[in-house]
């Protein structure tokens, strides 16, 4: 299968602190591909990185068979959506504005564009906040904003970091339902999450990141045969080498 990402021995630090180091990846091409890890395993780094928002030290970039330098910079932003961590809005703008301020940047047709944009905001309830500055939403519907606009630019490669923080189980649903939609298309989705449940139904293929590596890939098939045995929980906290410290609160 191609790779719509390729990833060989990068390198990232703040200041004297190495975040990622001989970091290797590939992400086939038209697949939910799930990032998981604990706090501070780099997985936000990562998808910094991708986006161009961030620099590194060394190593190999590919997206979509262009090489992340800057003379690839602006062809590989226009394929490449984002909802970050926390999202990226322009706060004195309403929420119709940004959306269309966004979508102007990637030079997005505007016939039709007004009825998918309102049809997108209807689907996560947040329609009526369409006059309302950014500024004034919940944390939720900033997300759902950030994840409207982000489908709405017409990616072929989506990088959603925590997508599913903050947000009620019906929009969780709602989203997992568009990504499958936007697979369905061609588009490559990567998907940083905390919850593991989501990720195991939602995502073809897992990789866990730890210390600044990958520490597992786990493709269709090797997901099948190690959750024979053992729940994606188990497989998590074992390449984690999560420490139970259950003793320490024997006083509750």
Same mark, same amino acid.
């Given at each position: ?112 564009? $007004?009825? *998918?944009?309102?049809? %997108?905001?209807?689907? @996560? !309830? ?6 309302? =500055? ?91 045969? $190690?959750? *024979?045995?053992?729940? %994606?929980?188990?497989? @998590? !906290? ?6 139970? =410290? ?7």
């Amino acid at each position: 299968m191609a790779k719509a990402i390729s990833i060989q021995n990068l390198k990232k630090s703040y200041e004297e602190k190495v975040v990622l180091e001989n970091l290797n990846l590939e992400v086939p091409e038209g697949t939910i591909f799930g990032l998981i890890g604990p706090n501070g395993a780099g997985k936000s780094t990562l998808i910094g990185v991708l986006t161009g928002l961030l620099s590194f030290e060394d190593g190999e970039i590919e997206i979509k068979g262009l090489s992340l330098a800057s003379e690839n910079e602006l062809e590989i932003k226009k394929q490449i959506s984002s909802v970050l961590q926390p999202p990226l809005l322009f706060e004195q703008f309403t929420s119709m504005e940004f959306i269309e301020y966004v979508c102007d940047i990637y030079e997005i047709p505007k016939e039709g564009f $007004l009825e *998918k944009a309102y049809s %997108l905001m209807d689907f @996560f !309830e947040i329609k009526d906040f369409a006059k309302i =500055k950014v500024n004034k939403l919940s944390s939720g519907s900033r997300k759902k904003l950030a994840f409207v606009t982000a489908v709405l630019v017409e990616p072929t490669v989506m990088l959603l970091d925590e997508p599913f923080e903050a947000v009620d189980v019906i929009s969780i649903d709602r989203m997992k339902t568009i990504l499958r939609k936007l697979k369905a298309k061609g588009v490559t989705i990567i998907v940083t999450s905390h919850i593991l449940e989501v990720v195991e139904n939602l995502c073809d293929d897992i990789a866990i990141l730890h210390n600044g590596h990958i520490t597992a890939y786990l493709d269709e098939e090797s997901r099948k045969e $190690l959750q *024979k045995d053992s729940t %994606l929980h188990e497989i @998590f !906290e074992k390449f984690v080498e999560v420490e139970h =410290k259950d003793d320490i609160v024997d006083w509750l």
